[in-house]
């Protein structure tokens, strides 16, 4: 069992910054996972914002964060990273960070392969 502990967040402004981070624990074959953020908007679905591959560092992101949000992580510390940029109003969301295992790349965007998820942490950017 993977738990996940996501903090960060908050209200900010349009076009300010903000980072949110997720701590894993327990689990046992951290190479074998790929780790990510994922959002949910009030009235939409949750849906996929970036993920990084523990192993090799590979990086995945939705097209509507590309360029503005950067995924990374800390393996010592095991925790992955948000850095969103340039927010806008569209991004306040709920933000889950997921832990996925031996995701292969053509469904590592895809939610339903990952079974361990965090409480979620809230973000608002305001207009």
């Known amino acids: 069992q993977v738990q996940l502990v996501e903090s960060g967040g908050g209200l900010v402004q349009a076009g300010g910054s903000s980072r949110l981070s997720c701590v894993a624990s327990g689990g046992t074959s951290f190479n074998d996972y790929s780790m990510g953020w994922f959002r949910q908007a009030p009235g939409k679905e949750r849906e996929f914002v970036a993920v990084i591959r523990w192993s090799g560092g590979n990086r995945y992101y939705a097209d509507s964060v590309k360029g503005r949000f950067t995924i990374s992580k800390d393996t010592a510390k095991r925790t992955v990273y948000l850095e969103m940029n340039r927010l806008k109003p569209d991004d306040t969301a709920v933000y889950y960070c997921?832990?996925?295992?031996?995701?292969?790349?053509?469904?590592?965007?895809?939610?339903?392969?990952?079974?361990?998820w965090g409480q979620g942490t809230q973000v608002t950017v305001s207009s």
């Open positions: 997921a832990v996925g295992v031996r995701l292969i790349a053509s469904t590592i965007t895809q939610q339903e392969r990952y079974p361990y």
